[in-house]
């Protein structure tokens, strides 16, 4: 069975532009999680949803990110405009029910100069 | 603060040893969980342990839970270089947190 997949793997940009991380979780969990991970700050856990529905935005640092899930298959974050304090690794996540084990794809490394 | 603290934040100990992780967190819990971290890549479920459960074992794997002091422990036996990785604890109640984790170097 395929895991979770997240692109693109790396991405470098520049201050002020846009950046769309993308995640397919597995086919049939219900659960979509995305996580920000630095070495200051650990794992923060900044949205997730439960049926492609948005649950829980409470850590979703600014108006400047914006999440979606438009299907079951597909889950976008998205920083406009982007800073450099926002380089960091950010993960997706899925899982079948709440509170059951959580499967991590193997994130997206953002370097914003 | 942050729920699911580990300690120690580092431990470096030679192949064969037993390497213990400790977590303690402030909420109540539905269960608790412990992931691994490789370099560069996700982290990986190792194993839950629900709330009335007081321990749990997978392979040389051994996890025990007390929730009168809020705490719980990962025992890993006989420890490999390929162990070497970070190992973050998560607690799964009203609130969901995945503590700082503890980064294990274990030596050929």
């Known amino acids: 069975d395929a895991g979770v997949i997240q692109s693109p793997r790396h991405e470098v940009t520049e201050m002020g532009q846009e950046v769309t991380l993308r995640c397919k979780p597995i086919?049939?969990?219900?659960?979509l999680f995305w996580y920000r991970q630095t070495m200051m700050r650990g794992l923060e856990l900044l949205i997730y949803?439960?049926?492609?529905?948005?649950?829980?935005d409470s850590g979703m640092p600014e108006d400047r990110f914006s999440a979606k899930m438009p299907n079951a298959s597909f889950s976008t974050l998205k920083i406009q405009p982007s800073e450099p304090r926002d380089s960091a690794v950010y993960f997706c996540?899925?899982?079948?029910?709440?509170?059951?084990?959580?499967?991590f794809g193997d994130g997206t490394r953002l370097s914003i100069l | 603060s942050q729920q699911g603290e580990e300690d120690p934040q580092a431990l470096s100990i030679q192949e064969g040893e037993n390497a213990t992780m400790n977590c303690s967190y402030k909420t109540s819990i539905n269960n608790l969980q412990w992931y691994r971290q490789n370099s560069g890549r996700g982290l990986v479920h190792l194993i839950l342990i629900r709330s009335n459960e007081r321990e749990k074992h997978s392979g040389r794997l051994r996890v025990t839970l007390d929730t009168s002091k809020k705490s719980s422990s990962l025992l890993i036996t006989a420890s490999r270089a390929a162990d070497t990785a970070s190992y973050f604890c998560a607690t799964m109640g009203n609130d969901m947190r995945f503590g700082a984790g503890t980064r294990l170097t274990v030596k050929p």
């Open positions: 996540a899925s899982s079948l029910a709440e509170g059951q084990p959580q499967h």
């Open positions: 949803f439960n049926n492609n529905v948005p649950i829980d």
């Open positions: 086919s049939g969990h219900d659960y």
